[in-house]
Every structure is written in structure tokens, then in C-alpha cells.
């Protein structure tokens, strides 16, 4: 059974940064390679919103608006993990990350806290 792993959260102050990792285990034949990979958070009382997602091909990549510029997605396939690297974090930004594969398999998410 395929699990995503994601790690990298922590508190952090604002304008500070952190690089969250995900990585998958429990099946061998399963790559995050073949999958386009999204990167979601849900901050209390709030619903889970995209903040970011990269394709299995090309790479392409998508950031919401409310991250442009501060957030990037990257892979590395050799390493088979996605990392969203978050720069000049601010409080809003403070949540549950999840990373999700081809919008079937996620994590059990990781805690981003802002706040000085």
C-alpha cells in the first residue's frame, strides 16, 4: 500500500523560511515520477486549498496566487521526492501541508507554523 511521507514543517518566524520534502513508500513499483505531484493546505477552520502542484512530464508547475513568487516546487527523480521550498513565509501561510499524487494518493501532512 503506497504512503506518502511528508516532512520538512516546523515554526518559523515571519519573512523565514523551510523546504518541505515528500517521498513515497510501501509499494516498490510505485514512482512519484509517473505522477503529477500537489502540494495542499489546510489551515483551522478553513477548507484544503492547492497552493502548488508540478507535472510528471515536462515539469510544469502551477502556485496559487497567494504564494507566487515566495514558493517553488521542484523534483528530484533521483531522490524520488518533491520538495516546495517557502520563502518570506507569513502567518496566513501557517497550516497542514499534504502533497498528493495524481489526486489519489496524500500524505499525512506536516505542520507549517508562522508566527513570531
Known amino acids: 500500500q503506497v504512503q506518502l511521507v511528508e516532512v520538512g514543517g516546523g515554526l518559523v518566524q515571519p519573512g523565514g523560511s523551510l523546504r518541505l520534502s515528500c517521498a513515497a513508500s510501501?509499494?516498490?513499483?510505485?514512482?512519484?515520477?509517473?505522477?503529477?505531484i500537489g502540494w495542499f493546505r489546510q489551515a483551522p477552520g478553513k477548507e484544503r486549498e492547492g497552493v502548488s502542484c508540478?507535472?510528471?512530464?515536462?515539469?510544469?508547475?502551477y502556485y496559487a496566487n497567494s504564494v507566487k513568487g515566495r514558493f517553488t516546487i521542484s523534483r528530484n527523480n533521483a531522490e524520488k521526492r518533491v520538495y516546495l521550498q517557502m520563502n518570506s513565509l507569513k502567518p496566513d501561510d501557517s497550516a497542514v501541508y499534504y502533497c498528493?499524487?495524481?489526486?489519489?494518493?496524500w500524505g499525512q501532512g506536516t505542520q507549517v507554523t508562522v508566527s513570531s
Open positions: 498528493n499524487a495524481g489526486n489519489t494518493y
Open positions: 510501501g509499494s516498490s513499483g510505485f514512482s512519484l515520477d509517473d505522477y503529477a
Open positions: 508540478i507535472s510528471s512530464g515536462d515539469g510544469n508547475t
